[in-house]
């Protein structure tokens, strides 16, 4: 299972031509523009860890998507925190589900058609380098700016929040973009 480090080890090995400052310092500014509208839809402790659920805006705020993840923290995230995530930003999908299952650190595989998790990412990740897109880091740095305690104080408690499947939000997405044409 990956840790935070790891995760942020792995995109500092090169995976860009760009200084990783300036990789973070965009993020970043991405960030702040979608923290306001990031919504945490519910937390429970189960297995030894914590599970938060939120919504992440697109950076045009038209549209959202499932952030999941499980930490294995009831208290605080730090560096050293495994963690398993799901999320169905495309992005994410056909560029590192593939590894983040391998890795064993992908929450709900089967919410992921066959292909993605078992097939790995030759156009859009050939080199199989851990990663994250914009969606994942904005729900990383606002379960640690927030404070994952103070999160689970507030948050709704669930036994499950529904999530849309990765499928279905393409679907979703389709139907955005079509209507958008018109």
């Not at 965009?26 to 429970?44: A, F, H, N, S, W």
Request: glycine letters at 4%; a positive charge.
């Amino acid at each position: 299972m990956l840790s935070i480090k790891e995760l942020l080890y792995n995109v500092s090995k090169g995976q860009s031509g760009i200084p990783l400052k300036y990789v973070i310092q965009r993020l970043d500014q991405i960030y702040e523009q979608m923290k306001p509208k990031i919504i945490v839809r519910g937390t429970r402790e189960e297995e030894g860890g914590t599970f938060v659920y939120l919504s992440v805006p697109s950076e045009d705020m038209k549209k959202e998507y499932d952030v999941c993840f499980w930490f294995d923290t009831t208290t605080r995230v730090t560096k050293n925190t495994k963690l398993k995530l799901y999320t169905n930003s495309p992005h994410f999908g056909f560029s590192y589900a593939y590894i983040f299952n391998k890795k064993k650190s992908l929450l709900w595989p089967e919410l992921y058609p066959n292909k993605i998790i078992t097939m790995a990412p030759k156009i859009r990740n050939p080199y199989q380098a851990v990663g994250f897109d914009k969606h994942v880091w904005a729900g990383m740095k606002y379960i640690i700016s927030e404070k994952l305690i103070n999160i689970i104080k507030r948050a709704p408690k669930t036994k499950k929040v529904k999530v849309t499947d990765f499928e279905g939000k393409l679907k979703h997405l389709k139907r955005i973009q079509k209507k958008n044409k018109k």
